[in-house]
């Protein structure tokens, strides 16, 4: 899979299930052995870190899911090179526990293999999070 358009239709369809809080649409555009990557500092915010294969990214993500409602998603900008590609995303986020509703940029770099996504490393503000959730 080299071809950048069907690499962004993965991506929009992930962002898709993740929108509609389709756990399993979002943990079938990995490859089984697939890892996400939210960057940040553990010790600071317990939701950084990876999670790698189907059943480790489906627990993550219901739990995202279940937490953070993903309102509304914007592209600001996609870059395509061989089997990488970077998105970057304004979202509109309603953390579920309090009803809060904030809004940021998040930075997703995505490594593709076999028409899967092997490997998201997220970029989002974490200072944000933790305030929001404190």
């Not at 500092?41 to 870190?49: Q, V, Y």
């Not at 309603?94 to 293999?113: A, C, I, M, N, W």
């Not at 997220?122 to 999070?129: H, K, L």
Request: aromatic share 8%.
């Amino acid at each position: 899979m080299g071809q950048r358009e069907d690499m962004l239709e993965v991506i929009r369809s992930a962002y898709a299930a993740r929108g509609s809080g389709d756990v399993d649409g979002l943990v079938g555009a990995f490859d089984p052995e697939g890892m996400f990557t939210l960057v940040g500092d553990n010790s600071a915010l317990e939701l950084t870190g990876s999670a790698q294969g189907h059943p480790t990214l489906r627990e993550a993500f219901g739990q995202f899911i279940a937490n953070f409602e993903f309102v509304e998603r914007q592209i600001l900008s996609e870059l395509v090179e061989g089997q990488r590609a970077a998105v970057h995303s304004r979202l509109v986020v309603r953390y579920h526990p309090t009803g809060k509703t904030f809004s940021t940029e998040v930075l997703d770099l995505f490594r593709f293999q076999d028409g899967k996504i092997v490997e998201l490393i997220e970029f989002a503000d974490t200072a944000q999070i933790k305030a929001v959730i404190s």
